[in-house]
Nanobody
């Protein structure tokens, strides 16, 4: 079965960095556009970053210049490097993959930015 598993979340101080990983199985993730979303308590889910099959990236304005999405097709992985973290980045981060009109989602990983 298709499975996406996020890891790398945790507690970090403002200005710090984290790298989130998304491991895909049951699907060749390099064939698809992949995305990172996040959802903070009381807020709607937000698209943070996206990467196409060809490696084209797109970012939410709120994270542009601080976050970098990348992928490793050989490892069936996608990453989100998060630098200069702010308290407003606190959220559950989800890996997402679209197959036709269906979206696969990971279970999420918690990122907490606090001093």
């Amino acid at each position: 079965q298709v499975q996406l598993v996020e890891s790398g979340g945790g507690l970090v101080q403002p200005g710090g960095s984290l790298r989130l990983s998304c491991a895909a199985s049951g699907i060749i993730s390099s064939m698809y556009k992949m995305n990172w979303y996040r959802q903070a308590p009381g807020k709607q889910r937000e698209l943070v970053a996206a990467i196409t099959r060809g490696g084209t990236t797109n970012y939410a304005d709120s994270v542009k210049g601080r976050f970098t999405i990348s992928r490793d097709g050989a490892k069936n992985m996608v990453y989100l490097q998060m630098n200069s973290l702010k308290p407003e980045d606190t959220a559950v981060y989800y890996c997402n993959l679209g197959v036709n009109r269906y979206d696969y989602w990971g279970q999420g990983t918690q990122v907490t930015v606090s001093s």
